[in-house]
T-cell receptor
């Protein structure tokens, strides 16, 4: 199966700073890369995604970049706010969309 | 609110017992996924159903089984429970199971504690 590695496991930033979370994957056939945010006591929720035919996607303060050759993708959060504090999971989905493989998660703490 | 409903929210039971977790997907979603999240761990994919049929299997133990019913709700059965089965079990749904799957919508989880 797919092997997804996510780094760092914890990240602490000052409010207003940027945060970057990186994931690598092993299966070159994977073609869909979503990011989910999990707030305390809740289920994960999609915040942004990218498909393999696109190198970068932005949505206000968040962006995702994909390097298919190197098999890694990253989540970028700019101008972080305390409400960005949560656990973030990357996921990798194969060509048949049957399996979503999640990274181990990054706990982001934004200090006011 | 994602539209995915999971019951019960919390469950405490003893080793060796059997429990059933229930999931109602979002209205219109045909695909249901089950994930296990142990303490401070990631999301481990267990199994996926699409329109009543098993579509994909992950790291699901033989002591665990699942099914999706004609009304599209799903149940995850956990038997011969061990301490290590204590975890948060998430159900997620999506409209499709192919290239148009897109977003997974997660429920709030069922927290299982095995004593």
């Amino acid at each position: 199966g797919e092997n997804v590695e996510q780094h760092p496991s914890t990240l602490s930033v000052q409010e207003g700073d940027s945060a970057v979370i990186k994931c690598t994957y092993s299966d070159s056939a994977s073609n869909y890369f979503p990011w989910y945010k999990q707030e305390l006591g809740k289920g994960p929720q999609l915040i942004i995604d990218i498909r393999s035919n696109v190198g970068e996607k932005k949505d206000q303060r968040i962006a995702v970049t994909l390097n298919k050759t190197a098999k890694h993708f990253s989540l970028h959060i700019t101008e972080t706010q305390p409400e960005d504090s949560a656990v973030y999971f990357c996921a990798v989905v194969g060509y048949n969309f049957n399996k979503f493989y999640f990274g181990s998660g990054t706990k982001l703490n934004v200090k006011p | 609110d994602s539209g995915v409903t999971q019951t019960p929210k919390h469950l405490i039971t003893a080793t060796g017992q059997r429990v059933t977790l229930r999931c109602s997907p979002r209205s219109g979603d045909l695909s249901v996924y089950w994930y296990q999240q142990s303490l401070d761990q990631g999301l481990q994919f267990l199994i996926q159903y699409y329109n009543g049929e098993e579509r994909a299997k992950g790291n699901i133990l033989e002591r665990f089984s699942a099914q999706q019913f004609p009304d599209l709700h799903s149940e995850l059965n956990l038997s011969s429970l061990e301490l290590g089965d204590s975890a948060l079990y998430f159900c997620a749904s999506s409209v499709d199971a192919g290239p148009n799957t897109g977003e997974l919508f997660f429920g709030e989880g069922s927290r299982l504690t095995v004593l």
